[in-house]
């Protein structure tokens, strides 16, 4: 439904985005992932036709998106990281005008509108003012906008920035009811959580690059065949580069005066990694045995947290 090839954006002396190439197919929750600043909102812009690319092309439903924009930005949803609706209209009228921008006839848009509004469960509340609605409910009218001409894509870019657990845990199975009716969906985040539960594969990026895509499984093992190791202790003085046994062994992920993660270099018997994780020249006080997570690979790729 959704294919990037090379994406390139430049902002005077700023690479922006670089190079991003991805697919999304219909009925796919397709993961971007990366901190603020990594080129994800940029992507978004290039992709809907706010920003035109430097280099690259985006191709929607099979065909070019400059070959016809007004035909692939109809098959496309977007939602923006800021809100965008008008507080001082109630929620269906909300999602009516931005129906009838879409292209739905007048009378389509009203019971287009009330079918939107069961399916996020704020029938009850349709036409109160939207500056009564709490942080979660815009969030979910946000949604709703782009929804209305029933897309077969659809771009959310950081839809739960700012809610709480519960508003965000709503939205996030109304989307997975959206793939699962075949919606192809490009979701930006920077929340591990969301994009370990949330989408089918995962796309890291930063500084403008995508480092990494692939499933959860397989974005694990690319830190570790087997399991982690978090190792508690002091760790000040230390140089494991100076240690062969360890170098050869283990590779260290990321390191402060108390706590190391480590990955084996190898498929080893975890119980065979921690006999020499305790033989080393510095005694620890603490191994815990880890799976990988996002945030692993990501301390991998790029050597830094994503909160960052």
């Not at 069961?118 to 929804?147: F, H, Q, T």
Request: aromatic share 6%.
């Amino acid at each position: 439904m959704l294919q990037l090839n090379d994406l390139a954006k430049n902002f005077g002396g700023l690479r922006a985005v670089d190079g991003v190439s991805l697919k999304v197919s219909a009925g796919e929750t397709y993961g971007l992932l990366g901190p603020n600043g990594a080129g994800k909102t940029t992507t978004i812009s290039m992709i809907s036709g706010l920003l035109r690319p430097d280099q690259g092309s985006v191709v929607v439903d099979g065909q070019d998106f400059w070959g016809n924009p007004a035909r692939s930005q109809r098959l496309m949803g977007v939602v923006p990281q800021e809100v965008a609706l008008y507080d001082e209209l109630s929620g269906l009228d909300n999602l009516c005008f931005w129906g009838r921008l879409a292209g739905l006839a007048r009378t389509e848009v009203k019971p287009r509108a009330a079918e939107v509004l069961e399916a996020l469960s704020l029938a009850d509340r349709s036409r109160e003012p939207v500056r009564n609605y709490s942080g979660g409910m815009k969030r979910r009218i946000n949604i709703g906008c782009a929804l209305m001409h029933r897309p077969k894509l659809l771009l959310l870019d950081e839809p739960t920035v700012g809610i709480d657990p519960q508003a965000r845990q709503n939205i996030l199975d109304f989307i997975r009811r959206l793939a699962r009716d075949g919606t192809a969906i490009l979701y930006t985040t920077h929340y591990l959580e969301e994009a370990e539960t949330l989408c089918d594969r995962v796309g890291i990026i930063d500084n403008g690059r995508l480092l990494a895509e692939g499933t959860l499984a397989e974005l694990q093992a690319r830190v570790s065949r087997t399991a982690l190791f978090l190792i508690e202790g002091r760790f000040a003085d230390a140089r494991p580069e100076e240690w062969p046994a360890f170098s050869e062994r283990f590779t260290l992920i990321q390191h402060t005066p108390r706590q190391w993660l480590v990955a084996a270099r190898e498929d080893r018997d975890p119980a065979d990694c921690l006999r020499d994780l305790l033989e080393l020249p510095v005694r620890p006080d603490n191994v815990t045995l880890k799976r990988p997570s996002l945030n692993d690979v990501f301390l991998q790729l790029t050597g830094r947290e994503l909160r960052e």
